[in-house]
Nanobody, 123 residues
Framework: QVQLVESGGGLVQAGGSLRLSCAAS????????MGWFRQAPGKEREFVAT????????YYAGSVKGRFTISKDNAKAAAYLQMNSLQPEDTAVYYC????????????????WGQGTQVTVAS
């Protein structure tokens, strides 16, 4: 069973940066596509970024493109989300997701999820 644990969230001023990490266990990590999603208070969970199994293809939501970077380290069984130029509208709980189906990178249909980490951006 895949287990995902996010870390790296916190409180940051607008314009600041954070790096989220997602540690995976219980899977052959290199065979999994990874994704980051977020859910703000009162809103539905939304796609942020996904990355292919080999890490050679990445996809971003328009609202974060150019500011956020997704990456994965198959040797460390970890995925990351580098977030720069953070804005108050980026405030949300951020979730890591994994799926062995590479199509998940474009469909957003992931089967394994972490518990989330809170990111709060103060204006």
């Amino acid at each position: 069973q895949v287990q995902l644990v996010e870390s790296g969230g916190g409180l940051v001023q607008a314009g600041g940066s954070l790096r989220l990490s997602c540690a995976a266990s219980g899977c052959t990590f290199g065979s999994y596509a990874m994704g980051w999603f977020r859910q703000a208070p009162g809103k539905e969970r939304e796609f942020v970024a996904t990355i292919s199994r080999g890490g050679d293809s990445a996809y971003y939501a328009g609202s974060v493109k150019g500011r956020f970077t997704i990456s994965k380290d198959n040797a460390k069984a970890a995925a990351y989300l580098q977030m720069n130029s953070l804005q108050p509208e980026d405030t949300a709980v951020y979730y890591c997701a994994a799926d062995p189906d590479t199509r998940a990178t474009v469909t957003g249909q992931f089967h394994s999820w972490g518990q989330g980490t809170q990111v709060t951006v103060a204006s």
